[in-house]
């Protein structure tokens, strides 16, 4: 340790660094998975990675990582500056997953927390379940004729999970074209926040890429077009009922920041802060449930095994862990084998910097967590790479997992420490519900006789199916 005080962690020369990441022709920048694998096996669990001006620090090692995100308390619990065009699309950086660490990050997100995520809200959101439900169920067996043909699930996922998204951020129940529009929106802010950083240096770069500078001014124009309307009627019109629960708007345009003079926050705060929402809960669930629903197509046992589970529960509200074990099971071995996000949003140093390792990690310095290492370590977790949910029962070396990674980790699909996934409780409600539903009312078949789900892997935003899945849904008779 001592000799590498002051010094930053190995890595490779950067050009180097390009031209194989050029090379791997990753839509995203996000893509670095296969390339840091094999960096770390070369350079050790830390690496730093100098590119376009900013030092980029990967942590691969599960104990390491659980020192400095859960041990060190708050010392990487800040962000990293925010690049364009992520700035644009939240109003700087006032939205949760980007503020820096201190009292406003503090209150927004304390505020999520208390009132869209509170626990009594589940409830409140039942019927918008269902109706999601449903509506999947149907789109399903129309475009599958019954199981006559293989059916796509995740165009239909998607305007299913935004029909309820949109209902708890928003409080609105919108027909089907503005409900398109909006998720198409959503999904080109998404790609645009997480694909390659043209804008790193912007005074240059937005005249260099002035047409695409313009086309994602546009898309935040449209965005607050669409979305100031619906919280201008939320605030005019505060009567909620059992119909019409509170939604997260809602407790965004009662919040003042008492750091800032009590002041409200702006229209732009609150689109920024919906939007986020709507991006953070959308594709991680999405994916998650793809990815299981495909795991259940090639295990046709266990999907049985789900079947009887479920269809033994009088209903599939899922607020008693104990009463669907072999349900929790396959969802946790989905997120430990398939965890939708590759790496966890870059961390930073609060303050002027710190150390990881014995190495020296200087302010401003992005610093990433390789997520998908960590569920499929071979020092942790038997036969890694097979999903076997069983390891999740009584027994098993996964039972009682703590997917908050407290203790230790072993998993952590949504994080760890003070900038874990707010919302993991709900996260693993969706994916539960959407999951057992989607199997109690179906029977899922490989798209042809005999075939088997390709599992390769695409990194997107999330880790999506790089052939996304197709099968054949049969309605349930029994
Ligand atoms: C299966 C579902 C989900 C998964 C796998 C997931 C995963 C994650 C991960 C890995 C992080 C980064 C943690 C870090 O940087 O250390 C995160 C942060 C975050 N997630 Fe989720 N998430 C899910 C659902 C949701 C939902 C439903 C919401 C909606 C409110 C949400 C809102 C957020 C926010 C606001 C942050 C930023 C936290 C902060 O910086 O303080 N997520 N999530």
Same mark, same amino acid.
Request: proline share 7%.
């Given at each position: 340790h001592k000799k590498r005080q002051g010094r930053l962690p190995p890595g490779p020369p950067a050009l180097l660094f390009i031209a194989k990441f050029l090379a791997l022709? &990753? &839509?995203? !920048?996000? +893509?670095l998975g296969p390339l840091l694998r094999g960096l770390h096996a070369r350079y050790g669990p830390v690496v730093a990675v100098r590119l376009l001006g900013t030092t980029r620090v990967f942590v691969a090692d599960i104990k390491l990582a659980h020192r400095v995100l859960v041990k060190g308390g708050a010392t990487f619990a800040d962000r990293p500056p925010l690049a364009e065009p992520a700035g644009l699309f939240n109003s700087g950086t006032r939205g949760i997953s980007n503020a820096p660490y201190g009292s406003y990050w503090g209150l927004v997100r304390r505020n999520l927390a208390a009132q869209a995520l509170h626990p009594s809200r589940d409830a409140c959101f039942a019927p918008a379940r269902r109706h999601a439900r449903d509506a999947l169920v149907r789109d399903l067996l129309g475009h599958g004729r019954d199981g006559a043909a293989a059916v796509a699930l995740r165009p239909l996922f998607r305007r299913a999970l935004f029909e309820l998204l949109l209902h708890m951020t928003l409080g609105v129940k919108l027909g089907p074209e503005m409900l398109d529009e909006i998720q198409e929106l959503q999904q080109h802010i998404v790609r645009a926040i997480s694909g390659f950083p043209f804008f790193s240096f912007p005074a240059i770069t937005k005249r260099l890429f002035r047409q695409r500078w313009a086309r994602y001014v546009a898309l935040r124009r449209r965005q607050e077009e669409i979305f100031l309307p619906l919280i201008h009627a939320r605030r005019d019109d505060r009567a909620t009922d059992e119909e019409d629960p509170p939604c997260y708007a809602d407790s965004l345009l009662s919040l003042r920041i008492s750091a800032e003079g009590g002041r409200p926050l702006t229209d732009a705060e609150v689109v920024s802060l919906c939007s986020e929402f709507l991006n953070g809960a959308a594709d991680t669930t999405l994916t998650a449930v793809e990815w299981i629903m495909a795991e259940l197509v090639n295990h046709p046992d266990m999907q049985s095994k789900v079947y009887e589970e479920v269809n033994r529960a009088d209903r599939l509200e899922l607020d008693d862990d104990q009463s669907m074990p072999y349900l929790k099971a396959v969802v946790l071995e989905g997120l430990r084998l398939h965890p939708p996000t590759n790496i966890l949003i870059p961390h930073a140093a609060y303050g002027d910097g710190a150390e990881i390792d014995g190495y020296a990690v200087p302010k401003g310095t992005e610093v990433h967590f390789l997520v998908s290492n960590f569920g499929r370590d071979e020092t942790v977790w038997t036969a890694a790479m097979e999903f076997r949910p069983e390891r999740f029962l009584d027994g098993g070396e996964g039972h009682g997992v703590d997917v908050t990674g407290t203790r230790e980790i072993k998993m952590i699909p949504f994080g760890a +420490? &003070? &900038?874990?996934?707010? !919302?993991y409780r709900l996260g693993m409600l969706h994916v539960e519900y959407f999951v057992g539903s989607l199997v109690r009312e179906l029977e899922w078949l490989p798209a042809a006789e005999g075939e088997v789900v390709d599992m390769a892997e695409e990194l997107d935003f999330t880790t999506v199916m790089k052939h996304p899945l197709r099968a054949r849904v049969v309605p349930r008779t029994t």
């Open positions: 022709r &990753r &839509r995203s !920048a996000l +893509g +420490g &003070r &900038r874990m996934c707010p !919302a």
